[in-house]
C-alpha cells in the first residue's frame, strides 16, 4: 500500500514536470511568432493551451486524492500542497504563452514589434523559456540550489522589462500609442512568465527544507 502511494507521488512530480515542458515550448513557439510573424505558430499556442489546462486539472485531482485517501504528513504533505500550487502557476505560464500568441494573431500580417524592440523580446522570450526548462529538472531533482539559481535569470528579465519603459518614454519614440501599448503588455506578460517560474522553483525548496523563500529576506532565492 504505501509503495503505491509513493508511486503516485512520483507520477505526480512527472506531470509536473512534463507541465513544465508544455509551457516552455509554448513560449518558445510563441516568441518565435511573435518575432517572425508566423501565424501557423501563434495558432498552435492558441489551440495547444487547452492541453496545459487539462494537465493542471489532472493534477489538482490527482492531489486532492492522495490528501484525502492517504492523509500524508510532513515531506509528503509538502509535496502534494507543493503540487497543487506549481500547477497553478505553470498553468499561469501557459495563459501568458497564449497572450503573446494571441498578440501575434491579432496584428497579423502587422508585425506587433517595432525594429528597435526586438531584440529586447528575444532575450527575455530565451531566457524564460530556459527558466522554464530548468523548472522542469528542478522538478525532477528537487535540488534546492538548482532552485535558488533562478531569481538571478528572473532578475535579468526584470532588468529588460524595465529598460523598456525608458525606450517607450523616450520622446523621439516615433511608432505610436497602439505599438506602445502591444510592447507595455508584452513585456509584462514576459516578465510574469518568469516570476512564476521562480514562484515553482521556491515550491520545490518548500518540499525539501520546508521553508518558503521569501521576498526581502535571508530566505531568498
Not at 16 to 35: G, H, K, N, P
Not at 101 to 119: S, T
Not at 131 to 141: P, T, W
Amino acid at each position: 500500500m504505501r509503495e503505491a502511494y509513493h508511486v503516485e507521488l512520483e507520477q505526480l512530480a512527472v506531470n509536473l514536470a512534463a507541465m513544465s515542458v508544455q509551457v516552455a515550448d509554448a513560449m518558445e513557439r510563441a516568441t518565435r511568432a511573435l518575432l517572425e510573424v508566423d501565424l501557423s505558430l501563434a495558432e498552435q499556442v492558441i489551440s495547444d493551451d487547452a492541453k496545459v489546462d487539462d494537465a493542471r486539472a489532472q493534477c489538482e485531482e490527482q492531489a486532492y486524492a492522495l490528501l484525502a485517501l492517504q492523509a500524508p504528513v510532513a515531506t509528503d504533505l509538502r509535496t502534494v500542497l507543493a503540487a497543487i500550487h506549481a500547477a497553478e502557476s505553470l498553468e499561469r505560464m501557459g495563459d501568458l504563452a497564449l497572450h503573446v500568441a494571441k498578440a501575434a494573431r491579432r496584428r497579423h500580417p502587422d508585425p506587433v514589434l517595432p525594429d528597435a524592440v526586438r531584440p529586447y523580446f528575444a532575450e527575455m522570450g530565451e531566457v524564460a523559456v530556459k527558466l522554464a526548462r530548468q523548472v522542469e529538472q528542478i522538478i525532477k531533482s528537487k535540488d534546492v540550489e538548482a532552485a535558488k539559481t533562478l531569481e538571478s535569470d528572473d532578475d535579468q528579465v526584470d532588468d529588460i522589462h524595465r529598460h523598456l519603459f525608458t525606450v517607450l518614454m523616450d520622446r523621439e519614440w516615433p511608432h505610436g500609442v497602439a505599438a506602445a501599448v502591444d510592447v507595455t503588455l508584452l513585456g509584462r506578460f514576459y516578465e510574469r512568465y518568469a516570476d512564476h517560474a521562480v514562484s515553482v522553483a521556491k515550491r520545490m525548496i518548500f518540499v525539501v527544507t520546508g521553508k518558503m523563500p521569501g521576498y526581502g529576506s535571508d530566505d531568498d532565492i
